[in-house]
């Protein structure tokens, strides 16, 4: 009876030495507080009351960052907030080197944000938004890198500006687009003015093509107005064209 008791205690005991690891998952195995190794996924056997796993999840894993109050390099307060991509490389490291790789990486992703948002002036957090996210994945990358993490992905989600900044900008931009119309306008009228200053060249070399226009001036008034309308012509407008049928019937 005590052979059967004492069989059915060790298998119990190999039994529960037995670990079902998914594929996403892997086991850091201590062996007497020495660190034996990294195993799975599939089934693998740990030695009871000796051997100590951890279990490391290797999936891609997100956090957000809580609103940060940054002074930027122009001495403006902006509320920032993030989202960090990573996931661990190294499950040996990610036990080994660091108490709790998560709540370090977030701690550590608020410290760079802050740092590196204060070192960039407004403007250029608004307008490289991308190119920041990079610096910061980059950073975040190699600080983390010791402790078997991989960041891959730094995301600036929202930014928050005072009202006071708000309004500025409003004013800044209303401007830009005064700016930019008078601009428009100032070219048109210089456009205008050389088209003109042209046409007034071949009509001054032209006599006759400056009585042909006032003659097609007078009927595009009269084909416009119903009313009538004296025009004083000058008899200096038609000598050029007595002076050619005078020619014409000699």
Known sequence: MNLVIGLALVAGMVLAGFRVVQE???LVVFRLGRLLGVQGPGICFLMPFIDRAVRVDLRTLNFELP???????????IKVTAVVYYRFVAPELAVTRVADGHLATVQLAQTTLRNVLGQSALDEILASRDALN?????????LTEPWGIKVTVVALKDLELPVAMQR????????EREKRAKVLHAEG???????????????????V??????????????????STILFPVPIALFEGLL????????
């Open 243 to 250: 002076r050619r049928d005078g020619e014409a019937g000699r």
């Open 134 to 142: 990079d610096r910061l994945q980059r950073i975040l990358d190699e």
């Open 24 to 26: 996403y998952e892997r």
């Open 168 to 175: 500025a900008m409003a004013r800044q931009a209303e401007a």
């Open 209 to 226: 093509a400056i009585q042909l226009r006032y003659l097609q001036t007078l009927a595009d008034v009269a084909t416009e107005k119903n």
């Open 67 to 77: 609103v940060q109050e940054v002074v930027t390099r122009d001495n403006v307060t």
């Open 189 to 207: 009228e210089q456009l205008a003015a050389e088209t003109l200053a042209g046409a007034a060249s071949v009509l001054a070399r032209e006599p």
